[in-house]
């Protein structure tokens, strides 16, 4: 597989913020202050605070639209997502995700159900099984086409601490995150806020927020962030004006793997939006459906005469999968890792699977799916260390397989 290193580049970007803190702390009022200031005018707010948002409707000249799902399953959130890009909403804010993890309905409950399904019946069965619509969730969410800020329930306990009198009293604090652990990685601000209305800063990429402390936090905050985000050299893509090109009816395969690299690169490729008819897809599903439709059939080669008994025993011959032939896999690929074959009992199962996808791949844009599909499996806790290291050799002779084949 060949790598090539590229310059770095300063780019502009969209707002990736997390608000944390127990009921009170003012997380609402702050993200929507915050989302007034990155996209004036633009705004849309996922309600799953019993409209409690909606007491700050036309304050200080702020106007948005609001949906409040009943439940919150993974595919809730996508399809709000959705739904909001395609009207294009410049800033969206969830308030809160807590909900779409501990809710009704959320992961966790999802999880519970799954469980229950299996064969096993435990825990761990139901991760197996809904890690990847919380993958699909964060991965609609982190490649949203516009700013996106997210308020996070957290834990509360009471501590004895000194008031400002020098005297013990008990206080309520906020600690952990309602949400998944690990989440706030996700973001490019996360910051907690306590019930002083007082906002600390925990993570960001912004130098000049590092280590902020705030209280009442306000415009001047989001606009610190906003020109941050707007200091760079390259424009920031149209996702609306892409799905176009996708839908174009006289698009072309080639235009199609272009956009495809395009969207990749730009990490917008998972983000979720709606098809030609409405329904919520993954972007790069939707390039590779309509590669898919645009692809010629491939014919498969006639056997040679002494061997046409064993051809016919073994099927069918592939046909040429080098690229730019009929039989070109570049839209035959699996359009995302998290569907293929997590459901295997264990590891066996998974590499005899693996094995035949690698078999069949016969492209450099194959090849480079095959690295993410194990990449994946990784992740997940699908294969062990050394499984994996043997399997990424496999991809290698294969790689290496490929090249020899075109220089042939």
Not at 122 to 140: H, L, T, V
């Amino acid at each position: 597989m060949k790598i090539e290193f590229t310059p770095a580049v300063r780019r502009k970007t969209r707002a990736r913020v997390a608000l944390c803190g127990p009921s009170g702390s003012g997380k609402t009022y702050t993200a929507l202050s915050f989302a007034h200031v990155f996209a004036p005018g633009s705004v849309a707010l996922i309600d799953t605070e019993k409209e409690s948002a909606d007491g700050y409707e036309g304050l200080n000249g702020w106007h948005w639209v609001s949906f409040k799902p009943a439940t919150y399953e993974p595919e809730v959130l996508i399809d709000a997502l959705a739904a909001a890009a395609a009207a294009g909403i410049e800033c969206v804010v969830i308030d809160s995700l807590s909900h779409f993890w501990m809710g009704t309905g959320g992961m966790l409950e999802q999880v519970d159900n799954a469980g229950r399904r299996s064969r096993s019946g435990n825990s761990f069965a139901g991760w197996k099984e809904m890690r990847p619509a919380e993958r699909r969730m964060i991965d609609a969410m982190t490649s949203y086409p516009g700013h996106l800020i997210v308020t996070m329930r957290t834990k509360t306990e009471w501590v004895i601490q000194d008031n400002e009198r020098g005297k013990k009293e008990p206080r309520r604090i906020g600690t952990k995150p309602e949400q998944r652990e690990g989440i706030e990685y996700e973001f490019s601000v996360v910051a907690d806020m306590d019930l002083d209305n007082v906002l600390t800063v925990t993570k960001t990429r912004v130098p000049t927020l590092k280590r902020g402390v705030f209280t009442e936090p306000g415009p001047e905050v989001a606009q610190t962030i906003l020109d941050w985000l707007t200091d760079g050299g390259d424009a920031l893509p149209d996702l609306n004006a892409w799905r176009d090109r996708a839908l174009d009816k006289h698009a072309t395969r080639e235009g199609l793997l272009a956009l495809l690299a395009e969207a990749e690169e730009a990490h917008v490729d998972r983000a979720a939006m709606q098809d030609e008819t409405g329904e919520t897809v993954m972007f790069r599903d939707l390039i590779i459906r309509k590669g898919r439709e645009l692809a010629p059939a491939a014919v498969p080669e006639p056997a040679a005469p002494e061997s046409a008994a064993r051809e016919q025993q073994k099927g069918p011959r592939r046909a040429d999968r080098s690229e730019g032939t009929p039989g070109d896999d570049s839209f035959y690929v699996r359009p995302e890792p998290d569907a293929f074959n997590w459901a295997a009992e264990d590891d066996a199962e998974f590499v005899t699977g693996f094995l035949d996808r690698l078999t069949e791949t016969g492209t450099a844009a194959g090849i480079k799916l095959r690295h993410r599909d194990l990449e994946s499996a990784k992740a997940e806790l699908q294969v062990t260390p050394q499984t994996f290291a043997e399997l990424t050799g496999e991809i290698g002779k294969r790689a290496t397989a490929i090249d020899a084949e075109r220089a042939a």
